[in-house]
């Protein structure tokens, strides 16, 4: 049954998908759109998700990278787009997402190697579990002068009706090049150019 769903099913069910904005036009009148609703939103969060202006730059960031996952081939199943779909599901729904679900989606960067021998493999996570909303960026660093370790440069979660946790651990990562924003890189991923790779877990299973 599994290979049913590797070709026609996720071919027509993504077609859904191609009506999003595609080209910067839309993309600006979509940011804007959002920013206005932002504003309404901000003084109707008390039973929701109390979201400020930098978390709905995360927000819109996943939203981004999401919706360019869901028109791309790197998804190879119709289980593996329903994850998605579920996701953006979610965030749509924010700041009053009620849907409790657990999705786990892992976008995993090419490893980059530079001419002093440090390599650089990065990964950026994006979690659901309950009403818990997550998104990580990670990934790990080797220097064959002193060795190496994995690392998290940011981290953000979100839950109904609590403060936002937010946490930026970059200064303590000075050996390490290249690190963005959490919002900036989610926004600015290009998948198939940075070939990106995809993991998705559902309910602690892998979904191919």
Sequence with gaps: MRGVFRVEPIDNERQEFELFPGNEEEESELAEEAEAEEEDE????????LLDREDWRIVRGLKKVLWQLARSAKLSSARQLEAVAGVLGFLEDMPRAEREDDIEISLHGRRKKFNNGVEIFRYWTIRIEGQVLEATSAG??????????????QYWCVE???DP???DYR???WMVPYLGDLADEL????????RIEVEIIVFCEKVD
């Design 187 to 194: 926004a600015e991923m290009n998948l198939k150019k940075d």
């Design 140 to 153: 790990s660093y080797f220097n064959p002068a002193t060795g190496g370790d994995s690392f998290t440069s």
């Design 160 to 162: 109904p009706g609590c």
């Design 171 to 173: 200064d303590d990562l």
């Design 42 to 49: 901000e003084e109707d969060e008390e039973n929701g998700f």
């Design 165 to 167: 946790m937010f946490s």
